[in-house]
C-alpha cells in the first residue's frame, strides 16, 4: 500500500527522453528510416511506459494527494500527444469495479469489432490498430460527463502541442503522434493489452500474469492478477506481493512472453475478440439472481461456442477477493462534482 516515489523520477526521465528525440529528428522527415525507426524503438517504447505510469498514477500510487496526482498524469500525458489521462481514469476504475461487466468494462470488445474482426486478417488489423480501438470504444459503450479536470487535460496538452509546433515544427508532433501509435500496435510492449484479460486454453481463468523482463519498461504491470487483486499496492511491491503469498500466484497460469501473446492471437483459430469473460449488466445480473435465487449469471465466450456459466454472488464483481473499495474509488468527497 501507499505511494512510490520512485515513479515521478522515471516519469520525468522518459518525458526528457521524448523531448530530446524529437529536437534531434526535428529536420527528419517523418517518412525516412531513422525517423520511422526511432518513432517505433525509442518513441514507441517511452510512450508505452508513459501509457502504464498513467495507469499506476490513476491509481494514486505517485503521491499521496489525489489532486497531486491528477496533475502528474495531465504531466505524464504530454509526450502522448493527445489528451486522455482524465479519461482513462474514470473508464480504468470502472474496469477494476465491474471487470468484464457488458456496457461498463470498456476493455471489452464491442459486438462490431467481433462481427468484423474474426479471421487471421482481421485479428491483425485490431493488434495493428489497437490503440485506435481503446481510444473510440469508450465512448460508444459508455460517454462520460466533462469535468473540470477533463478540461485541464485538453487545455494543457493543447499548449503543450502548440509550443512544440511552433518552436520545434509539426514532424517533432508528427513524431510524438507516431510514438503513440506504435506503442500501441504491433510492439513487443503492446502485447499486455491482449494478455491481461482474454481467456486461453480453453480455460475460464479471466486475468492472466507475465512475469518476464518486459515488466522493466511497463511498471510491472504483467504481475497483473497481484495489481488486480490489490490495486492500491504501487508497481515496484508486486514482486514482493506474488513472493509472499505463492499459494494464490504460483498455482495460476501465466503467459512466458506479450510478444508471444499477439501472434498466438492472431494465428490461433481458438483466440481472438470473442475469447472474453463477459458479465451481465449490473440491472440484468440483479433480476436474474432475484429469479434464481443464490446464482447470477455470467457469460463467457471462448472458442466457436457461447457458454453460459453461473457464478455465486461474492463471484460476480471479481473471481478473487480485492483490496477494499476505498482503494478503488479515489474521489475526495470535496471534488466529488470534478
Partial sequence: ??????????????????????WVLRRSH??????????????????????????EITHNLAFKGIAANKWFAIFANLPIGIPYATTFKKYHIDHHKQLGEDGVDTDLPTSLELALLRNVA??????TFQI????LRPGFVKSQRI???????????????????????YRALTYLLLSSF?????????GHFIAEHYLWDGLEQETYSYYGPLNILAYNVGYHNEHHDFPSIPWTRLPR???????????????PSWPLVIWNFIFDPAAGLH??????????????AARKGDVAPAMSTHGSETEEILLSKSETDSSRSLSPATDLDDTDPKTKEE
Fill in 1 to 22: 500500500m501507499g505511494h512510490e516515489p520512485l515513479t515521478k523520477y522515471i516519469v520525468g526521465a522518459v518525458v526528457i527522453i521524448q523531448l530530446t528525440t524529437l
Fill in 30 to 55: 517523418p517518412l525516412s528510416l531513422p525517423f520511422l525507426f526511432a518513432a517505433y524503438a525509442i518513441g514507441g517504447t517511452a510512450n508505452h511506459n508513459l501509457f502504464l505510469a498513467i495507469h
Fill in 122 to 127: 482481421g485479428k491483425a488489423f485490431f493488434c
Fill in 132 to 135: 485506435l480501438f481503446y481510444a
Fill in 147 to 169: 469535468t473540470s479536470w477533463h478540461i485541464k487535460n485538453i487545455l494543457v496538452q493543447l499548449l503543450f502541442d502548440y509550443l512544440i509546433v511552433t518552436y520545434v515544427g
Fill in 182 to 190: 506504435f506503442a500501441g500496435s504491433l510492439h513487443p510492449c503492446a
Fill in 241 to 255: 506481493l506474488k513472493a509472499i503469498a505463492p499459494e494464490f500466484y504460483d498455482t495460476l497460469p501465466s503467459h
Fill in 275 to 288: 475469447a472474453r469473460a463477459k458479465r451481465l449488466s449490473s440491472e440484468l445480473r440483479h433480476s436474474s
